[in-house]
């Protein structure tokens, strides 16, 4: 089993940004579609943003143009850019790697970090 470890979490005003990070082993970040995932508390688990091996990346739509995702395969390290938050983007966030499909669906990832907590003010 993979270990993704995120971090970077914090509180933050609206329109503030956060980077969150999750490192990992080495064969994942070679051959693994990496993403990034949230759940708020009433919520189900939303796919936030995927990026394949070729750095193609896949964004829900509430995010598009604030937040960017990429991969650093000899850092063995997936970021998350968050720009311009807003309070609905409240949640933990996870990272996960599919060694398959790399979209958006949380059921085609196979390891999973344990989260950290982003929280946004009004």
């Known amino acids: 089993q993979a270990q993704l470890v995120e971090s970077g979490g914090g509180s933050v005003q609206a329109g503030g940004s956060l980077r969150l990070s999750c490192r990992g082993p080495?064969?994942?970040?070679?051959?693994?579609?990496l993403g990034w995932f949230r759940q708020a508390p009433g919520k189900e688990r939303e796919g936030v943003a995927t990026i394949n091996t070729d750095d193609w990346p896949t964004y829900t739509d509430s995010v598009k143009g604030r937040f960017t995702i990429s991969r650093d395969n000899p850092e063995n390290t997936l970021y998350l850019e968050m720009n311009s938050l807003e309070p609905e983007d409240t949640a933990m966030y996870y990272c996960?790697?599919?060694?398959?499909?790399?979209?958006?669906?949380?059921?085609?990832?196979?390891?999973w970090g344990q989260g950290t907590q982003v929280t946004i003010s009004a």
């Open positions: 996960a790697a599919s060694g398959g499909f790399c979209n958006l669906d949380s059921g085609d990832f196979d390891d």
């Open positions: 080495e064969h994942i970040f070679v051959n693994y579609c």
